[in-house]
């Protein structure tokens, strides 16, 4: 800082370059507390192909592409709108929409980008086309694109049993390509008011290959590695599994979902409104509001793929964010986030499996994550169960990209680093979670009973552990952070 101030003493230039120099100096010498330097400036280093696919792949991943940027209206006949199926409910029209920053395939695009400033996408939305939509009170153009979920079934007694489901923000009623649809929204505002929404923001897709390449056997041991770390730092975590085939899931902020084909095929019903394949029926399916045969989304019949399998090949294929160059400070970040346990949860570094694609076949790549799921605490419990994941349940989110990325935490309630770290610690209060059911099968009485009492988050001592180092020990973690 010294060193700032002479040498602006020494300055020969215009006066208001000399005061730009000293306001450095000043604000320079006030960043003795660590910050979050921001979304990294340049290139996206996202949205591109993995390496080395061949001349078929690569026109396979570039027409699929561009299926996962179709904007969607409801039979297609609007201009510019050439995908069909939207609604009767929807949250946006196009998955590109959600799956945005820092470049087709990421997650929510915002004003605080540096590459692509733009608000929330689904404030214009809620009237696009004649639609008659009042955007809800959490849908702002400076905050996340958001899905909103109520807790539960019903909203002015919230005693009533869980719901858990994804309560669609807009309808079609009002737009010129959807006569005589009378579908009403949500109640959002009685929903606010009751305090029985929850949100979750858009997980980005890029590397996803890798992620869906990797055995669930290697995910296992990863989790059982580095047993007595863990254990001192009182971090545990599980695997989330699917009811249908047992096998690992592991996409989706609770790590609910099996696979990128599932993913698309949910994520085209629920977010866009498009039944598929996967999702073959209407959600919202009410009398006047249906237009078109199910599924909308379908094999062609010529043989050419479904758009959901367009969407798959688009994930599958997209490369893992390009991290930026390591400095002196992101080196010694990166070794603090190993020393105070970050990375116990954090896992940088996988292996795929076997994979068809070159560049994936058992290829290491760093998602930062362990994609399990791990007990976080009041704080951040969300009320809903997905899988085996309890309310309070998450997946570690991967962080490789975080550099670039503007809103954290499933709800996307931070919108700096030290917001989401803070974020990941338990609270004072305690919640019990119970499970009880009753039935007779095989003429045996059987009463399974769980109980669980959570106080504390998995990750409160590692957040001790950051809490405890000095400011320019912190400010390398965050430095670390955004060159991911
Ligand atoms: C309205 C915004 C929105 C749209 C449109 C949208 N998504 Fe998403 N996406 C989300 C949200 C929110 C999540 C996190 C959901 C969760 O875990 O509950 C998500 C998560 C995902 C994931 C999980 C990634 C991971 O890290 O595990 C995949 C895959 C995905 N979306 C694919 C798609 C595809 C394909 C489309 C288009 C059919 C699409 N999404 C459209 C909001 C959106
Ligand atoms: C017990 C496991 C665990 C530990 C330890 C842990 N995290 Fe996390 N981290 C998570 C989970 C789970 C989430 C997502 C929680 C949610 O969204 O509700 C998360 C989210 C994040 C996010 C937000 C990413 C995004 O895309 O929204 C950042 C940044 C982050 N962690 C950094 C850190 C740092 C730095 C440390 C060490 C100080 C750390 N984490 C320690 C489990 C952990």
Redesign the pocket.
Known sequence: MSTTGKTSLRFSGSPQVFMAILLTAFLTGMAAAQTDPGPRDGTAGAGGPVANLNTAQSALFANALNVFKEVDSVSGTIAGEPGVGLGPGF??N??A???AEPAVGGSSPGLTSRLHPVPNPQVALATLDGATNVVPSFITAYGP?R?ARFISTDTTDIRNPLNGGVADLYSIKGRTDAPGCNLAQPDFAGAVANNNVIF????P?FG?GFVEATPDATLAANLAANASQKAALGISGRLNHSGNDGTVTK????AQNKS?LV??GE??NV??GVSNENFTNERNAVAGCVFNSNPEDRIQDDGGASDVMN?AIT?RLLAAPVPAAPTASTTNGSNLFNSIGCVQCHTATLTAGPSPFTAINNATYHPFSDFAIHHMGSQLTDGTHQGDAEPDEFRTA?LWGVGQRLFFMHDGRATNLLQAIAAHTGGNGCFTNQDFDQFTVNGANFQPFESIQVCVSEADKTVSNFNALSASQKQDVLNFLRSL
Do not use: D
């Not at 979750?200 to 997980?203: D, V």
């Open positions: 949250n946006a196009s998955c929409m959600c799956h694109v899905e979750r923001i858009p997980t897709t996803l996409f989706g902020w609770k990128l993913f698309a994520a085209y977010e866009q969407f994930m991967p």
